[in-house]
């Protein structure tokens, strides 16, 4: 079966009779070809494509753990070897090492970085140089805490870092409400607020 194009009918004069010129042949195209060739390229390309897999960053989740079996498995580490990294809004992060005690007492120098050049990335090395000074390599553990306020893309900027500096101990926790509290205090005491 074909498909064929109709240009028109015959020519008429004024008053519906056949004029006296020699009647034209109406050009016939055959459309059949044009779509197998709309088909086969179609064909062609949905084949021969690549389909775009999305990206993922890999994340270690450790197992399903009873209180109990925490407790067991639980080693203490030193608090000079960890970093506390709490992820805020405005693009800031702040930053301190102290042990829960001190945390408690509210005696911690509280840090405040961001996602610039001499930013995280410069306080990630800094304090992995100090740590295996006293510890040796691959002693640093960075917790990492998000706050309600943070934007995902800063959580997400945050793990980019710990792959760039190859900092391969690293956890996501939950900031305490001494942290809340403490960073709303820096805030505070930044904008002059007593």
């Known amino acids: 079966m074909a498909a064929a194009v109709d240009t ?3 020519s008429r004069g004024p008053r519906g009779k056949k004029k006296g010129r020699k009647k034209k042949g109406s050009p ?10 709309a088909f086969l390229l179609l064909t062609f390309f949905v084949l021969t494509t690549t389909l775009s897999t999305p990206t993922t960053m890999p994340v270690v989740v ?3 753990m ?13 608090a000079s070897k960890v970093l506390h990294l709490i992820v805020d809004e405005d693009d800031k992060i702040y930053w301190y090492q102290a042990s829960e005690e001190e945390l408690k007492e509210g005696n911690i120098e509280l840090n405040q970085t961001d996602f610039s050049k001499n930013g995280l990335r410069k306080v990630l090395l800094q304090v992995r140089k100090k740590v295996e000074e006293k510890w040796g390599p691959n002693q640093m553990v960075v917790l990492i805490k998000v706050t309600d306020k943070a934007k995902y893309k800063n959580f997400v900027d945050v793990l980019d870092e710990m792959n760039v500096v190859e900092q391969r101990k690293y956890m996501l926790v939950e900031p305490e409400p001494e942290e809340i509290e403490m960073v709303e205090e820096y805030k505070a005491k930044l904008r002059g607020e007593s």
């Open 66 to 78: 009873t209180e109990k079996e925490k407790e067991e498995h639980q080693e203490k580490i030193q």
């Open 8 to 10: 028109g009918g015959e």
């Open 62 to 64: 450790p197992p399903k």
């Open 28 to 37: 016939w195209i055959d459309m059949t070809p044009m779509v197998d060739v």
